[in-house]
């Protein structure tokens, strides 16, 4: 086994820092939506969906698109740097693979939603529309979780990342 050096464990300990943080950073926000913005725009619809529209509705599109991107790059930095660490760089692989799963399924589901809901003209023509509002917010308490499950699994990967430190 090839040795590690000092200076290449703090190198992926930083990176596994960083990416650990941003990520409980970004379910900060997932969380604070999910629990004040998601309830208004899915109380009452068409109403309550006025809050997602016009030129003064909530888009949070550009925020969620850099805070992600930001999160994904310093996930693929942690695993870069925490490569010939092979208990960590399997740990962060599984749970990119997890994230990698959910962002699809934001990318193919939610995102493509609240574009309909923001930009559908006559939202009385969207059938079923609190049902589909009902559904939306229902899964998104599921995607959030499994957020908060992947930013609970890097916990083990920083406290193994710490012993392996301490053990040099």
């Given at each position: 086994m090839e040795a590690i050096s000092t200076s290449y464990l703090s190198r992926a300990e930083t990176w596994l820092f960083i990416t650990t943080l941003t990520y409980f950073l970004m379910n900060g926000a997932q969380l604070f939506e999910t629990a004040v913005l998601v309830p208004k725009w899915t109380a009452a619809p068409p109403e309550s969906l006025q809050l997602l529209r016009g030129k003064h509705g909530l888009d949070l599109k550009t925020f969620w698109i850099v805070i992600h991107s930001l999160h994904e790059i310093t996930f693929i930095l942690a695993v870069i740097f925490c490569w010939k660490l092979a208990p960590i760089r399997n740990g962060l692989l599984l749970l990119f693979m997890v994230h990698v799963a959910v962002r699809v399924w934001t990318l193919g589901y939610f995102a493509p939603m609240i574009l309909?809901?923001?930009?559908?003209?006559?939202?009385?023509?969207?059938?079923?529309?609190?049902?589909?509002?009902?559904?939306?917010?229902?899964?998104?308490?599921?995607r959030v979780g499994i957020f908060l499950a992947v930013s609970l699994g890097l916990i083990p990967l920083c406290l193994s990342m710490m012993t392996m430190k301490a053990g040099r």
């Open positions: 309909k809901f923001q930009n559908t003209e006559d939202l009385t023509q969207i059938p079923d529309l609190l049902r589909q509002t009902t559904l939306w917010r229902t899964l998104n308490y599921l």
